[in-house]
T-cell receptor, first 118, second 110 residues
């Protein structure tokens, strides 16, 4: 069973540009979440999608957006990039939307997309 | 709100030493608890998990017990290996999200 696939793995952008990151969840998983990882702030929740609808959102500016397609694949977009957006962006998938428990609804993470903003 | 506090690293050990990484949490209700591990250049891998008080999660020689009375979920391993060198994250399961601790880097030398 293939895991969570994120593309691209590495990318370099300049300030003011925009970027789109892609995530393909594990087959059969319908919920996709995004997290930002930085050395200073650690792992922070960005947003979560289920059935093509954003169900939950973290405390990030509107420059960060996402969407989910009918096949559960998800993309996130960051517009007007700032230096502080340099981070590892992690996508995670789970079977369903709802409480994260140690039963079936566990988050499985991809390898991440490392964004560097110059 | 929910929060997780982990001991700061790095934790530096020799091979075959005993490992403890402390984790305490604050949450409403009875969340599930997790340990994730991140190897250099990789994403997060689920290491172990526990759903309720007194549950013990275990995997690859690592163990952690859900202690409701002390709101803790400390990670232990009896004999670490060089290959265990990584960053370990304690996490609390919320509604469709995980709340993570800051992470603890473990360095194991031969």
């Amino acid at each position: 069973k293939a895991g969570v696939t994120q593309t691209p793995r590495y990318l370099i952008k300049t300030r003011g540009q925009q970027v789109t990151l892609s995530c393909s969840p594990i087959s059969g998983h319908r919920s996709v979440s995004w997290y930002q990882q930085t050395p200073g702030q650690g792992l922070q929740f960005l947003f979560e999608y289920f059935s093509e609808t954003q169900r939950n959102k973290g405390n990030f500016p509107g420059r960060f957006s996402g969407r989910q397609f009918s096949n559960s694949r998800s993309e996130m977009n960051v517009s007007t990039l700032e230096l502080g957006d340099s981070a590892l962006y992690l996508c995670a998938s789970s079977l369903e939307w709802g409480r994260i428990s140690s039963g079936a609804n566990v988050l499985t993470f991809g390898a991440g997309s490392r964004l560097t903003v110059l | 709100g929910d929060s997780v506090t982990q001991m700061e690293g790095p934790v530096t050990l020799s091979e075959e030493a005993f490992l403890t990484i402390n984790c305490t949490y604050t949450a409403t209700g009875y969340p599930s608890l997790f340990w994730y591990v991140q190897y250099p250049g990789e994403g997060l891998q689920l290491l172990l998990k526990a759903t309720k008080a007194d549950d013990k999660g275990s995997n690859k020689g690592f163990e952690a017990t859900y202690r409701k009375e002390t709101t803790s979920f400390h990670l232990e391993k009896g004999s670490v290996q060089v290959s265990d060198s990584a960053v370990y994250f304690c996490a609390l399961g919320g509604y469709s999200t995980l709340t993570f601790g800051k992470g603890t880097m473990l360095l194991v030398s031969p």
